[in-house]
Each structure stands twice: as structure tokens, then as C-alpha cells.
């Protein structure tokens, strides 16, 4: 009988220790989502490329202090040198592109031969180190929500500078999700290059955790707490509304390029399949390979020598500039 009675105990032991874990798991994302994203992105040492550029320090309207390089067109503007605090002054420019890289980098110091090769066909390029990376201020990832009142700043100081001549936004992976978004809510935006992007944040949340191979009826519980952990750090309205593959239906007679690789590992094409879909008149360049950057092996200091993504670049972002060579 006390065997019994301690079998009857010790089951109902188990059962409540497997329930409590279930429902620890089934929480995990009100600890796990916050803590994966209020923190910064701090690349310590960089040895930028040689290419003439002048710093920038951009305000942002929620008072983030946003860091930035300036590489001018080609005859745009007086000098590159100067106070970071001081306008630029880009009289004679004809398009401005602001570029955005991804979550954990690179630095946008090391798209500088991109800058300067861009330059050479007559765009200006302001390499934007988005809030909460490198030199830049803030201690949360904004995850494309964040960014857009940085790409807004950008836009203002390029706008501004040229005389309202066309300003571009270009993004890679969470920085192409900032572009989409900031695309869709400022209308002075005139183009968009969104590289290997995902079409919303909770969904690739959801489809890393498919890959990691959690069931689908837990996927299904989680997501819920998902997007209440998002909603807490970012508010209702972002969550909601900021949406790559929202956002992109706003693009309206404005020009698209869309990037991804056949098979990156870190955002599927299928997310830029999605954006396409939402935005028919967009070109989209699906290159073979797993480089989730789209330009061969991740590497930005090589991009100049990768004839082909330069190409598909070049003829959109140039496209009707009389400094193209």
C-alpha cells in the first residue's frame, strides 16, 4: 500500500514538474524577445578603406544621435573634409542614396568602395550606422521598426543638401526591412533597394523556429506572446503597421529593386517572394548561392570586383544620372 501511495505521488510529481515546463516554454518569449533585443552592436576597431568621405552626426526626431559617412558625387559639393555638425552641402548632386546594413553588421565603414564607386557614376552615398550600432547612440535594436525615423533624419540632411534632388534608400537583411519601411512611410523617398529583406519581423521570428524544428502547434502558441513582447517594446501601432510586406504595397509609380539569394540561410527567399508579390512592378534579382548579402562571400570590401551584383546595382541606382560614366 505505501508503495503504492508514494508510485501515486511521484506521478503526479512528474505530471506537474512536464505542466510547469510546458508552461515555462509556452512563456519563454516574454524573456527570451526582449532580451535578444534591447542591446547594442559594438564592432570595436575598424580599419575603414581609403576612400575621401566627411562624418556626419544626424538627430534623429525621438533624439537618437545617429553616426554617418558622406561620399559625395563626383563634382558634388564643394569638399568631403569638414565638422561633422556642419551641412553638408551637395549642390550639383543628382540622386542620393542613404544605405542600411543588417542587424550584427557589417559596419557601414566597409561599404565605402561601394560608396566610392557609386560616386564615380555620379551618387552621392551617406552610409548610415543606424541607432544602437557602432558610434551611434541608443541601447535597443529596432529591428526595422526603430529605423525608420532614421532613415527620415538621413532623408532630411540629403534632401536638404541637394536641393530635393532624389534621395534612394538601400538596406541589407534588417536594414533592407528599415528601407522597406521607411519607404512606405516618407513619401520623399524616391527609390528602394532592399537586399535580402525580411517581410515581417515576428513572421521570421516564427520561420527560425520552424527551421530549428519546433512543431507547428507550438509555433502556434508562441506567436501570440511573440508579438506581445514586440508590442511592448516597439508599441501596437509599429507591430502592426510596420511591416515590410505592408509597407511595400505604398511604393505606389516609385522604382524597387528587390535582392536575395536562392538560398540564404538566414532569411528565405520566400520573404522576398512575398515583397514581390505585394509590389508587382518591382525588379527582383534572385542570385544563385547562400550568401545571405547577396554580393559574393558576405564580404563587403569586395563588392567593386563582383561584376555582376555591381551591374544589377549600377543600372538601377543610376539609371537616368548624367554623371554616369
Known sequence: MRASSRAVRAARWIAAAAAAAIVLFWLAPLAVVPAALCRRVDYGPVEAPDVPCRPLSLTTSDGELLSALLVPAAGAGPETAGDADAPPDLFGTERSLILLTGVDGPPVSLFLPLAGLLADRGVTTLLLEVRAHGASSGDRLGMGYDEVEDVRAAWACLDEASGGA?????????????????????????????????????GLILEKAEAMGVPGFLRALHRPL????????????????????????????????????????????????????????????????EDHLVFQNNDPLSIPADVEFCAVLTDFLCAGVSGEN
Not at 176 to 198: E, H, M, P, Q, T
Not at 228 to 240: D, I, K, N, Q, T
Not at 245 to 273: C, F, H, K, N, Y
Open 166 to 202: 532624389d534621395v534612394y534608400v538601400m538596406g541589407f537583411s534588417m536594414g533592407g526591412a528599415a528601407a522597406v519601411n521607411a519607404f512606405g512611410r516618407i513619401d520623399g523617398l524616391d527609390g528602394l533597394v532592399a537586399v535580402s529583406a525580411y517581410a515581417s519581423f515576428d
Open 226 to 289: 511573440i508579438l506581445a513582447s514586440l508590442r511592448a517594446l516597439y508599441g501596437v501601432e509599429a507591430v502592426r503597421d510596420l511591416r515590410p510586406e505592408v509597407q511595400i504595397a505604398a511604393a505606389g509609380d516609385r522604382p524597387v529593386l528587390l535582392m536575395a539569394a536562392a538560398d540564404d540561410p538566414v532569411v528565405p527567399v520566400s520573404d522576398t517572394e512575398a515583397l514581390a508579390a505585394a509590389c508587382p512592378a518591382a525588379r527582383v534579382w534572385i542570385r544563385p548561392g
